[in-house]
């Protein structure tokens, strides 16, 4: 089993960047595809990008694409999200997952589809 925690989360203007990690420990994160998700206050969590275990296949919101890059590295156990170019409307509490599929390009999109989650990081974007 899997423990996740985020850490990278912060306060910046508008149009700053921020570099999200997700640590993984108890296991192998090559063993998983995690994503990344966020919830603002009184908004539902939402989907904001993920990644295969191979890390070929990456997946993003409309509302990140090309402004958010997600990458693994899996020898150092860890899933980072640089986010660029932020906007107030990136301010949530930003969330990893992962789950243990068989496949090597699965990815998943919805927050059911993953087991683990780690605590949260705060991401505030002052405009």
């Known amino acids: 089993q899997v423990q996740l925690v985020e850490s990278g989360g912060g306060l910046v203007q508008a149009g700053g960047s921020l570099r999200l990690s997700c640590a993984a420990s108890?296991?192998?994160?090559?063993?998983?595809?995690v994503g990344w998700f966020r919830q603002a206050p009184g908004k539902e969590k939402e989907f904001v990008a993920t990644?295969?275990?191979?890390?070929?296949?990456?997946y993003y919101a409309d509302s990140v694409k090309g402004r958010f890059t997600i990458s693994r590295d899996n020898a150092k156990n860890t899933v980072t999200l640089q986010m660029n170019i932020l906007k107030p409307e990136d301010t949530a509490v930003y969330y990893c997952a992962a789950v243990a599929p068989r496949l090597y390009g699965y990815t998943a999109r919805r927050a059911e589809d993953y087991d683990y989650w780690g605590p949260g990081t705060q991401v505030t974007v002052s405009s």
């Open positions: 108890g296991s192998t994160v090559s063993a998983y595809a």
């Open positions: 990644i295969s275990r191979s890390g070929y296949t990456t």
